[in-house]
Nanobody, 128 residues
Framework: QSQLVESGGGLVQPGGSLRLSCAASGFTSHVIGWFRQAPGKEREGVSCISSSGASTNYADSVKGRFTISRDYAKNMVYLQMNSLKSEDTGVYYC???????????????????????WGQGTQVTVSS
């Protein structure tokens, strides 16, 4: 059964690091996106990795600080988050893009309506 399960969230001080994991069983050939949702705000795209792993994309707000990667042998997708800021606080979700979309195209990957499946989310809190 295909499913997405996030883990790795927690409380971290500003400037700190966290690595989020997404167990993406059954989604080896899908584009995987990371999103976050702060209280009272809409879910926003953070990063994306293509089905081949060859291309990635990032929201401007996290470029240079976050790195997405995937391990096909373990069916895992990771989001390494460095230099964390208070505005990075939120629930982080991984999602599987519709299976016929193979790349992280600028106009597609940030759209939540293009995702077929979502995990349950993991809370990230950046606070001193």
């Amino acid at each position: 059964q295909s499913q997405l399960v996030e883990s790795g969230g927690g409380l971290v001080q500003p400037g700190g690091s966290l690595r989020l994991s997404c167990a993406a069983s059954g989604f080896t050939s899908h584009v995987i996106g990371w999103f976050r949702q702060a209280p009272g705000k809409e879910r926003e795209g953070v990063s994306c990795i293509s089905s081949s792993g060859a291309s990635t994309n990032y929201a401007d707000s996290v470029k240079g600080r976050f790195t997405i990667s995937r391990d096909y042998a373990k069916n895992m997708v990771y989001l390494q988050m460095n230099s964390l800021k208070s505005e990075d606080t939120g629930v982080y979700y991984c999602g599987a893009l519709q299976h016929w979309i193979r790349g992280c195209y600028d106009l597609t990957w940030p759209r939540t309506d293009k995702y077929d499946s979502w995990g349950q989310g993991t809370q990230v809190t950046v606070s001193s």
